[in-house]
């Protein structure tokens, strides 16, 4: 046979699948996953009882941590030398751990994420809790298996006296399964234990009476008891935690907020730097400084205010842009009879009672062996001083110690074990003293027996035993709950007059898309007029505002779509710059049109509306507050037919006229109102009924009969029409002719479609912006006010085989 022949052919997938299937196993029974019973990884359980087989206890002196993990991985964990130390190191830490099982000498890392000294340099030993999950180990209360290399016995579990999983929580993470599960406060889950062993019915409610949730050793706040209530009764939930805060009062009328508690897991160097970075780069005005006050008395951050700030203000965006607040998410995972399982924590707090249960059974049962082994003895002494003559002279008669013991048998029917006990018998106990002590130490004995014999005998004895120790543990080693639970999760509202400096500005959109915010005090000394801003050749002014920087501006594109942008968030230039295109602020398409730009400071103004008008004469209108986002990407503002577009949009009350204007000159007038209010994304209803090739330019709102309707042809003719020439009719209809254009070869044209319609009640300067790239300026006095169906008159100025490309009104 060939040495090929002996290779059998194996597919990757399944030595893959295979291996990889053997080493998650591992990691989530051997690593990463603790034990429901004892709330230990393998590697604390290791470390824990190598400390205690080695002496190494609270009453004797501190030990070097290295020697400590020379034993731990030499006995027990055949793993790197970091990863025990730093299993040491977590037990070692009360800002982690709510009843450190390790009393650690020496720099042991801190709060801020310092590193603790090498194990060379650090001392450590078992904590007086710790002793709580080593107690009666010694007793064959749990099983034992043998170490890596069979040359020791481990422990599987720790009787662990008290409830640790759930005391100290646990974080880890392993294949296909993660577990985080919080710390609780020691009384409450021994006095929830207590009560299930009264009454394992016991429903969630109660016990949630009696365990309100978790209790970190950082404090905070907990908020959220509806996640709590998941997390118990599912394995997960969410819950928000929120430092401990205060406002103080400082002399001159200046406030700091001081921090004395912080979210479980939080760095607080790391905290502290993220607040010094929102001074430094003033993403909010009226911090002066921050500073770590921290020391011997405990945790305090100070973050001093400039005077007048808003503290509570300032206080919210902290909570919302920093660690100051958290979320936290339950998944109480752990190894129950090996295998991973997500638990409440009625399921959490039985498998402990049951385990308990397993431990007291398995010490009566050592104790009772040894106990009756005693009496044993003892009856057999008590009856050898009764026979004491006969006994001595049969001793005395043996050959030697083992014929003197078969004798003893033999001759007065005691057993080896007795006979032997007989023999090992000291002088001094042949005193009447000495037979009075042994007659009461059989009699303790005998109660003893009896008591254990009752224990095993009775399951409401043996809990109660649990109950009275578990019940000790509390009143030796409890501790007030550290962590406030608060019902509902508060929702952070950050004003924007803390992050902005209120300011009033001017915003510019250009024809080609450039935007920019200047200062007015830049404005006013570049003198103050439009004309003086700075646009690119061929470019125009379109847009020209005066808004606060609290404010935001609502963009509308011809498609439909609309973009919120704080003013605060264009970028600041000069009167006298460009500014910088409009798509490095907002990602709109090259191929939209912005057709409005409106400024808002309040989106919840009762009664106010958007009302857009499109192309093919739909209307629409939808309350403002519908339009409030955080988002910064497109959002549909109207929907629209495929071949239409919006040519306009206005704030409004709903209590004027609207009058749409078409491109053949055509022009209806009706109630606003009429159009009643619909979603944002809804389609709208029709306002004008339209000819084939004719299209709304304009929608004006006109209230009462004031004022006039101002026309422009595309070659620059233009009228002016009194408003109360429009009569109010019933919206959908055909409407009225607004502006007669001339037929015929020998007539002068005055264009042949309308280019704009302007709604005036005064003198108003307008641009037009011809094809030439020209720009008109004329006013509205230079055009006649005429009929509604007259032909208009040539605007001077304006080259009529120039088109106009658009036409703006100055305001």
């Known amino acids: 046979m060939s040495v090929l022949e002996q290779f059998l052919p194996a597919f990757l997938e399944e030595v893959v699948g295979d291996r990889f299937g053997r080493y998650s196993k591992y ?21 824990l009882y190598a400390m205690y087989e080695a002496g190494n206890t609270p009453d004797k002196p501190y030990r070097k941590s290295a020697k400590t993990v020379g034993d731990v991985m030499g006995n027990y964990h055949p793993h790197g030398d970091s990863s025990i130390y730093e299993g040491m190191v977590r037990m070692a830490q009360p800002w982690k751990m709510a009843h450190v099982l390790i009393d650690g000498h020496g720099n042991w890392g801190s709060i801020d994420d310092d590193p603790p000294a090498a194990m060379r340099y650090t001392e450590a030993r078992l904590s007086a809790i710790a002793m709580e999950m080593m107690r009666d180990i010694e007793k064959r209360t749990v ?18 006296r008290f409830p640790n999983l759930l005391v100290n929580g646990v974080s880890g993470i392993s294949s296909g399964f993660a577990t985080e599960i919080p710390p609780h406060n020691l009384r409450e889950v021994i006095d929830a234990c207590v009560a ?37 009764r599912t394995g997960k939930g969410r819950i928000v935690l929120r430092a401990k805060t205060e406002v103080e009062d400082l002399r001159g009328g200046k406030q700091q907020i001081v921090i004395t508690e912080i979210p479980y897991q939080v760095v607080k160097s790391r905290l502290v730097t993220a607040m010094e970075t929102i001074r430094l780069e003033k993403k909010v005005e009226g911090i002066a400084e921050v500073r770590d006050e921290s020391g011997r008395n405990g945790l305090r951050i100070v973050i001093e205010l400039k005077k007048d700030a808003d503290a509570q203000g300032i206080l919210a965006y902290l909570l919302k842009k920093t660690d100051l607040q958290v979320s936290y998410n339950f998944n109480m995972v752990a190894i129950v009879n090996k295998t991973p399982k997500q638990l409440g924590l009625k399921d959490m707090i039985a498998a402990y009672v049951m385990h308990q249960k397993e431990i007291v059974t398995y010490r009566s049962q050592f104790d009772l062996e040894k106990a009756e082994d005693k009496a044993h003895v ?34 007065f029917g005691f057993t080896e074990r007795q006979a032997d006990a007989i023999l090992t018998l000291q002088l001094y106990r042949l005193t009447n003293l000495e037979i009075t002590t042994l007659e009461k130490e059989l ?15 009775s399951e409401p004895k043996l809990m109660a035993v649990v109950k009275k120790e578990l019940t000790e543990i509390r009143d030796k080693y409890g501790i007030d709950r550290r962590s406030d639970i608060q019902e509902e999760v508060e929702e952070v509202k950050v004003s924007l007059e803390v992050m902005v400096n209120p300011e009033e500005v001017k915003v510019t959109l250009s024809g080609d898309g450039y935007i920019k915010r200047t200062s007015l005090l830049s404005f006013n000394r570049s003198g103050g007029e439009a004309e003086s801003t700075g646009l690119k050749e061929g470019d125009y002014l379109r847009y020209m505002l005066e808004v606060n920087t609290l404010d935001s501006l609502l963009i509308f594109t011809d498609k439909g779509q609309y973009y919120l942008l704080p003013v605060h968030q264009i970028p600041e230039y000069k009167w006298k710059d460009n500014g910088t295109a409009i798509v490095n602020v907002l990602p709109i398409p090259k191929e939209d049109r912005i057709v409005q730009v409106l400024p808002v400071r309040e989106f919840d103004q009762p009664g106010i509306s958007l009302v857009f008008v499109t192309r093919k004469g739909q209307v629409k209108r939808t309350e403002l507050k ?32 609207l009058l749409l204007v078409s491109k053949l000159g055509m022009s209806i007038r009706f109630k606003e109102d009429e159009v009643k209010p619909m979603g944002r994304a809804a389609g709208g209803v029709r306002g004008m009924q339209l000819k084939d090739g004719d299209e709304v330019i304009a929608g004006l709102w006109v209230e009462q009969d004031e004022g006039e309707i101002l026309v422009v042809s595309d070659i620059g003719f233009a009228k002016r029409t009194l408003v109360a020439d429009y009569t109010v009719q019933a919206r959908g209809g055909k409407g009225m002719q607004t502006f007669a254009f001339k037929e015929g070869k020998r007539v002068r044209p005055n264009g042949s479609s309308l280019a704009a319609a302007f709604y ?31 032909t208009g008159k040539a605007i001077s100025g304006i080259d009529k085989s120039a088109g106009i490309v658009e036409v703006l009104q100055r305001t």
């Open 626 to 657: 519908e339009y409030y986002t955080n988002r910064s990407m497109a959002i549909t503002a109207c929907k629209l037919a495929a071949d239409d577009s919006v040519v306009a949009v206005h704030c409004s009350d709903g209590a004027k006229d």
């Open 760 to 790: 005036v009640r005064e003198a108003t300067e307008l641009d037009a912006v011809l094809t030439n790239s020209e720009m008109v300026r004329f006013s509205s006095e230079d055009t006649p006010i005429e009929e509604r169906k007259s």
């Open 143 to 160: 099983p034992f298996k043998d170490n890596f290399d069979n040359t020791a016995k481990e422990p599987v579990v720790l009787p662990s």
């Open 27 to 47: 990691i989530i029974q051997d690593r990463a996953i603790p034990d429901i019973r004892d709330g230990l990884k393998p590697v604390q359980r290791r470390i």
């Open 443 to 457: 009699k303790e004995v005998r109660k003893l027996i009896a008591y254990l014999r009752g224990i095993l005998d």
């Open 378 to 411: 003892l009856e057999g002494l008590v009856k050898a001083l009764d026979l004491l003559d006969e006994v001595i002279a049969t001793i005395k008669a043996s050959k030697n110690r083992q014929d003197a013991q078969q004798n003893l048998v033999q001759a």
């Open 196 to 232: 299930f062993i009264d009454n394992d019915l016991i429903t969630l409610e109660e016990l949630m009476k009696i365990v309100r949730g978790p209790d970190f050793p950082t404090g905070g706040t907990i908020m959220g008891e509806a996640g709590i209530r998941d997390a118990y």
